[in-house]
Protein backbone atom coordinates (compact mmCIF):
# COMPACT_ATOMS: atom_id res chain seq x y z
CA UNK A 1 0.00 0.00 0.00
CA UNK A 2 1.12 3.38 -1.25
CA UNK A 3 2.40 6.39 1.53
CA UNK A 4 -1.35 8.74 0.43
CA UNK A 5 -3.52 5.35 0.68
CA UNK A 6 -2.33 4.88 4.49
CA UNK A 7 -2.81 8.50 5.15
CA UNK A 8 -6.71 8.22 3.47
CA UNK A 9 -7.45 5.26 5.94
CA UNK A 10 -6.16 7.12 8.81
CA UNK A 11 -7.79 10.64 7.62
CA UNK A 12 -11.13 8.18 7.35
CA UNK A 13 -10.24 6.62 11.14
CA UNK A 14 -10.42 10.15 12.46
CA UNK A 15 -13.86 11.12 10.71
CA UNK A 16 -15.31 7.79 12.26
CA UNK A 17 -13.47 8.60 15.77
CA UNK A 18 -15.16 12.43 15.49
CA UNK A 19 -18.63 11.10 14.98
CA UNK A 20 -18.32 9.04 17.62
CA UNK A 21 -17.15 10.96 20.04
CA UNK A 22 -20.00 13.60 18.75
CA UNK A 23 -22.63 10.71 19.62
CA UNK A 24 -20.81 10.20 23.11
CA UNK A 25 -21.15 13.99 23.46
CA UNK A 26 -24.82 13.67 22.73
CA UNK A 27 -25.74 11.04 24.98
CA UNK A 28 -23.64 13.03 27.77
CA UNK A 29 -25.62 16.11 27.20
CA UNK A 30 -28.93 14.22 27.24
CA UNK A 31 -27.98 12.46 30.75
CA UNK A 32 -27.28 15.62 32.33
CA UNK A 33 -31.01 17.41 30.70
CA UNK A 34 -28.88 20.34 29.18
CA UNK A 35 -29.12 21.89 25.02
CA UNK A 36 -26.97 21.38 22.57
CA UNK A 37 -25.41 24.38 21.36
CA UNK A 38 -22.51 23.25 19.28
CA UNK A 39 -19.60 20.51 19.24
CA UNK A 40 -16.63 21.20 21.06
CA UNK A 41 -13.46 22.17 19.73
CA UNK A 42 -11.67 18.98 19.86
CA UNK A 43 -14.29 17.66 17.74
CA UNK A 44 -14.21 20.24 15.37
CA UNK A 45 -10.84 19.85 15.20
CA UNK A 46 -10.89 16.12 14.30
CA UNK A 47 -13.32 16.88 11.31
CA UNK A 48 -11.29 19.70 9.80
CA UNK A 49 -8.37 17.24 10.01
CA UNK A 50 -10.11 14.32 9.09
CA UNK A 51 -11.04 16.07 5.70
CA UNK A 52 -8.03 17.23 4.75
CA UNK A 53 -6.48 13.47 5.33
CA UNK A 54 -9.15 12.57 3.12
CA UNK A 55 -9.12 15.42 0.90
CA UNK A 56 -5.07 15.09 0.31
CA UNK A 57 -5.47 10.94 -0.09
CA UNK A 58 -8.08 11.53 -2.95
CA UNK A 59 -5.92 13.56 -4.54
CA UNK A 60 -2.41 11.68 -4.71
CA UNK A 61 -4.10 8.05 -4.72
CA UNK A 62 -5.83 7.72 -7.98
CA UNK A 63 -2.37 8.74 -9.90
CA UNK A 64 -1.46 11.05 -12.90
CA UNK A 65 -3.95 13.56 -14.67
CA UNK A 66 -4.77 12.52 -17.99
CA UNK A 67 -5.42 14.89 -20.92
CA UNK A 68 -9.00 15.79 -21.02
CA UNK A 69 -8.00 17.56 -24.88
CA UNK A 70 -9.75 16.13 -27.67
CA UNK A 71 -7.26 16.68 -30.13
CA UNK A 72 -4.65 14.73 -27.48
CA UNK A 73 -2.50 11.81 -28.64
CA UNK A 74 -3.15 10.73 -25.76
CA UNK A 75 -6.79 10.37 -26.42
CA UNK A 76 -6.60 7.83 -29.66
CA UNK A 77 -8.75 4.58 -29.39
CA UNK A 78 -5.66 2.27 -30.75
CA UNK A 79 -8.46 -1.12 -31.41
CA UNK A 80 -12.12 -1.78 -30.90
CA UNK A 81 -13.20 -3.73 -27.63
CA UNK A 82 -13.08 -7.29 -27.59
CA UNK A 83 -17.00 -7.14 -27.25
CA UNK A 84 -18.91 -5.98 -29.23
CA UNK A 85 -22.11 -6.90 -27.88
CA UNK A 86 -22.61 -3.78 -26.17
CA UNK A 87 -22.17 -1.39 -29.33
CA UNK A 88 -25.75 -0.38 -29.69
CA UNK A 89 -26.58 1.20 -33.10
CA UNK A 90 -30.63 1.50 -32.80
CA UNK A 91 -31.34 4.52 -30.29
CA UNK A 92 -33.45 7.78 -30.41
CA UNK A 93 -30.41 9.85 -32.03
CA UNK A 94 -31.10 8.20 -35.24
CA UNK A 95 -34.04 10.38 -35.27
CA UNK A 96 -32.24 13.40 -35.83
CA UNK A 97 -30.90 14.09 -39.23
CA UNK A 98 -27.27 13.28 -39.41
CA UNK A 99 -24.97 16.06 -41.18
CA UNK A 100 -24.70 14.06 -44.48
CA UNK A 101 -28.75 13.98 -44.96
CA UNK A 102 -29.08 17.82 -44.46
CA UNK A 103 -26.00 18.26 -46.95
CA UNK A 104 -28.17 15.99 -49.49
CA UNK A 105 -31.01 17.78 -49.09
CA UNK A 106 -29.93 21.21 -50.23
Known amino acids: MSFGFMIGVFGVLILAHAAYSTIQYRSLLKIL??????LPMNVVGELLLGLVFCMWAALTVPGKFLSILPYSEENRI??????????VFNHRGKVFPSKMDLKLKR
Do not use: A, C, Q, W
Not at 33 to 38: D, I, K, Q, R, T
Open 33 to 38: EEEFSG
Open 78 to 87: VSLPDNLDFM
